[in-house]
């Protein structure tokens, strides 16, 4: 039987290595710390274990202060 489980990535007390699957979409975009929740997410899968993200793409362009 497939294990499913809906939770805050933020918040939750999962023990690492468990999911063969951790997916979300549109997460991502709208956490001003991002990297902290897709790094969870990766300690979530188990050895082998797919993480699909869906996300939207921006590019932004700036301008260097180096000289």
């Given at each position: 039987?497939?294990?499913?489980?809906?939770?805050?990535?933020r918040?939750?007390?999962?023990?690492?290595?468990?999911?063969d699957?951790?997916?979300?979409?549109?997460?991502?975009?709208?956490?001003?710390?991002?990297?902290?929740?897709?790094?969870?997410?990766?300690?979530?899968?188990?050895?082998?274990?797919?993480?699909?993200?869906?996300?939207?793409?921006?590019?932004?362009?700036?301008?260097?202060?180096?000289?």
């Amino acid at each position: 039987m497939p294990n499913y489980q809906e939770t805050d990535i933020r918040n939750c007390s999962l023990k690492n290595g468990i999911f063969d699957l951790v997916h979300a979409r549109y997460v991502l975009i709208h956490l001003p710390n991002f990297q902290v929740a897709l790094s969870r997410k990766i300690d979530l899968l188990k050895l082998g274990g797919w993480l699909v993200t869906e996300e939207e793409l921006e590019f932004f362009c700036c301008k260097s202060d180096r000289r």
